[in-house]
Nanobody, 111 residues
Framework: QVQLVESGGDLVQPGGSLRLSCAAS????????MNWYRQAPEKQREWVAS???????NYADAVKGRFTISRDTVENTGYLQMNSLKPEDTGIYYC?????WGQGTQVAVSS
């Protein structure tokens, strides 16, 4: 079974940038859709972005134009580049493939 490990979360000021990483234990990104989700304090987990096996991407309206999802099928690592961060982007970010989730990485946007 695939294992996913996220990293890259941090405290950043509004307007700043972060790049999250999702390391997979196997070559799963080549054959499956990879998703990023996030969960803000006291809110439900919400979908953020997806990338298909062919590299097609989709984004939630709240992050469109600011976030970029990508993956390296050689390194078995997925990424979420986050620019122009806002306080409402604060939350735990999770990587997902099929029914497997990572442990999450914390992003805090605050001045």
């Amino acid at each position: 079974q695939v294992q996913l490990v996220e990293s890259g979360g941090d405290l950043v000021q509004p307007g700043g940038s972060l790049r999250l990483s999702c390391a997979a234990s196997g070559n799963f990104f080549r054959n499956h859709i990879m998703n990023w989700y996030r969960q803000a304090p006291e809110k439900q987990r919400e979908w953020v972005a997806s990338i298909t096996q062919l590299g097609h991407t989709n984004y939630a309206d709240a992050v469109k134009g600011r976030f970029t999802i990508s993956r390296d099928t050689v390194e078995n690592t997925g990424y979420l580049q986050m620019n122009s961060l806002k306080p409402e982007d604060t939350g735990i970010y999770y990587c997902n493939v099929i029914d497997t989730w990572g442990q999450g990485t914390q992003v805090a946007v605050s001045s």
